[in-house]
């Protein structure tokens, strides 16, 4: 299968920067591609799908880019709402696949 | 907007089964693909399988087969996702979501402990 992996696993930040979060696919996965995020006790929220689309009502201060094996989420300024966990998932080859997440922590 | 509502925390021994529900409201459940996904306490996600009820077709990440059942019920519109021979290791949230590639809706997650 497709392992999906995530660096780094936890990344320290303060509100207002800009954080970029990476994903690599052990094979080629295309632009089959999505992010999504998670707070504590809650289900997971996708963010971006098709690597660069966000979903319905997510905020213009996230993009996501790349194709292929390399893929990043960027946050152009942090909002305290922001900190949470981020998981990739690859859905080009099967079975789909997540990678094991990227905590943004203060 | 779809709506999905699972049902709620359960406790279950070591080898026993547990089936969890996943009642959808907002859209046509027969237009839906319904996947179910675990995390396990401090873990990523992981992809179990997923039905098309229109056709009442299920596929499964091979890790689960033979020990995992996906049905649907469009009367109810409800899926639900049965597991077997339960160990400590099952103990996980389940969620279940709509989709079967990227995932848009999602319940809100059944606590299933195993536990002797």
């Known amino acids: 299968e497709t392992v999906m992996t995530q660096s780094p696993a936890t990344l320290s930040v303060s509100p207002g920067e800009r954080v970029t979060l990476s994903c690599r696919a052990s094979?080629?996965?295309?632009?089959?591609f999505a992010w999504y995020q998670q707070k504590p006790g809650q289900a997971p929220r996708l963010l971006i799908y098709?690597?660069?689309t966000r979903a319905t009502g997510i905020p213009a201060r996230f993009s996501g880019s790349g194709s292929g094996t390399e893929f990043t989420l960027t946050i152009s300024s942090l909002q305290s709402e922001d900190f949470a966990v981020y998981y990739c998932q690859q859905y080009h080859n099967w079975p789909q696949t997540f990678g094991q997440g990227t905590k943004l922590e203060i | 907007q779809v709506q999905l509502v699972q049902s709620g925390a359960e406790v279950k021994k070591p080898g026993s089964s547990v089936k969890v529900s996943c009642r959808a409201s907002?859209?046509?459940?027969?237009?839906?693909?319904i996947s179910w996904l675990r995390q396990a306490p401090g873990q990523g996600l992981e992809w179990m399988g997923s039905?098309?009820?229109?056709?009442?077709?299920?596929n499964y990440a091979q890790k689960f087969q033979g020990r995992v059942t996906i049905t649907a019920d469009e009367s109810t519109s409800t899926a639900y996702m049965e597991l077997t021979s339960l160990r400590s290791e099952d103990t996980a949230m389940y969620f279940c979501a709509s989709n079967s590639n990227y995932f848009d809706y999602w319940g809100q997650g059944t606590l299933v402990t195993v536990s002797s």
């Open positions: 907002g859209g046509t459940f027969s237009n839906y693909v």
């Open positions: 098709s690597a660069s």
């Open positions: 094979q080629s996965v295309s632009s089959n």
């Open positions: 039905i098309i009820p229109i056709f009442n077709t299920a």
